[in-house]
């Protein structure tokens, strides 16, 4: 069992938005702004798409965005292209001096 | 630019040793913290443990507390895990990653290397 929970899988269509929760605790998520999301295609390695709750690195799109309310974080992803089709994980800082991962987000572009 | 190269992965035995390293380069590398996660086949993504830039600082996970020492070479630029008493749990595929802060945001990754336990 993952210390964060995520929905297993969510699909749109080409163009929608999507959005993918990321529920922890006060001890986590809720409790420190050092959330992140990653974007992870078939035997690739896992991309940094969010930081700090809400913030791109350099080169990722401005159709992904991330934010927070209380202990769940949320990736949305807009205008929705075959290329996200991917895994997508959300990560967070602990208090127990860790790093904690959700379970992954499987998403189908239909 | 960035690049981290993981190695040393392969088949080990239950109960025995191998040890993962990763030669990092494009960054100031003794001024970032640093994270192993594994993923193991058709499962999710795992954090196992982490080291502060000086090394100095240590953490892990509690399924590998005991058995897996991470450590740094800082005149090297090699970050690496000690791996010892392997279970067959301990399959996956490994990855080093650079921390924007110690025990978070992992903004680059290493393609990873396959640790496969089995007798």
């Known amino acids: 069992q993952s210390a964060l929970t995520q929905p297993a899988s969510v699909s749109g269509s080409p163009g929608q938005s999507i959005t993918i929760s990321c529920t922890g605790s006060s001890s986590d998520v809720g409790g420190f702004n050092y959330v992140s999301w990653y974007q992870q295609h078939p035997g690739k390695a896992p991309k940094l798409m969010i930081y700090d709750v809400s913030n791109r690195p350099s080169g990722v799109s401005s159709r992904f965005s991330g934010s927070k309310s209380g202990n769940t974080a949320s990736l949305t992803i807009s205008g929705l292209q075959a290329e996200d089709e991917a895994d997508y994980y959300c990560?967070?800082?602990?208090?127990?001096?860790?790093?904690?991962f959700g379970g992954g987000t499987k998403l189908t572009v239909l | 630019e960035v690049q981290l190269l993981d190695s040393g992965g392969g088949l080990g035995q239950p109960g025995g040793s191998l040890r993962l390293s990763c030669a990092a380069s494009?960054?100031?590398?003794?001024?970032?913290?640093m994270s192993w996660v594994r993923q193991a086949p058709g499962k999710g993504l795992e954090w196992v443990s982490g080291i502060s830039g000086d090394g100095g600082s240590t953490y892990y996970t509690a399924s590998v507390k005991g058995r897996f020492t991470i450590s740094r070479d800082n005149s090297k630029s090699t970050l690496y895990l000690q791996m010892s008493h392997l279970r067959a749990e301990d399959t996956a595929v490994y990855y080093c990653?650079?921390?924007?802060?110690?025990?978070?945001?992992?903004?680059?990754w290493g393609q990873g290397t396959l640790v496969t336990v089995s007798s």
């Open positions: 990560s967070s800082y602990s208090s127990i001096n860790s790093l904690v």
């Open positions: 990653a650079k921390d924007r802060q110690v025990l978070a945001n992992l903004d680059y």
């Open positions: 494009g960054f100031t590398f003794s001024s970032y913290g």
